[in-house]
């Protein structure tokens, strides 16, 4: 399966924060898809892959931690960017994140600048030709 350079997926299961960074990331022309679960995640993921993923932590049922543990397990999608965006701050657990392959770390409330900064270093646009 091929990545999808044209999508950056949300995860989160505050649709407050979902619709704040789609709108953010929309601002600076970043096509996105949400999802609300780990669930719903991961059905978007297997039909096309997102070329970055904005993750929560704190989700019922199935969690940020189980989520990221299960792509980077896949060789398929291990190698999709993934910045956790979540209210966790504890050194402990953003060493546990970045031993698990995630890519960055934010803490909520959001530093905007800062992870657009990271979003424009991870997202792969299209150069026009």
Known sequence: MKINEDYILIVDDSQTNN????????????????????????????????????LDLLMP???GFHLLERLKSKEI???????????LN?????RV?????ADDFFTKPLNIQGLLKRVAQLYPRQEAV
């Open 97 to 101: 994140l970045k031993e698990m392959g």
């Open 19 to 54: 619709v704040l960074l789609e709108a953010v990331l929309a601002e600076e022309d970043y096509p996105t898809q949400t999802a609300m679960s780990a669930t719903e995640a991961w059905n978007l993921i297997y039909k096309q892959q997102p070329a970055l993923i904005l």
């Open 90 to 94: 504890d050194p402990d657990t953003i």
């Open 77 to 87: 999608y291990g190698k999709i960017p993934v910045i956790i965006v979540s209210a």
């Open 61 to 63: 049922k199935i969690s």
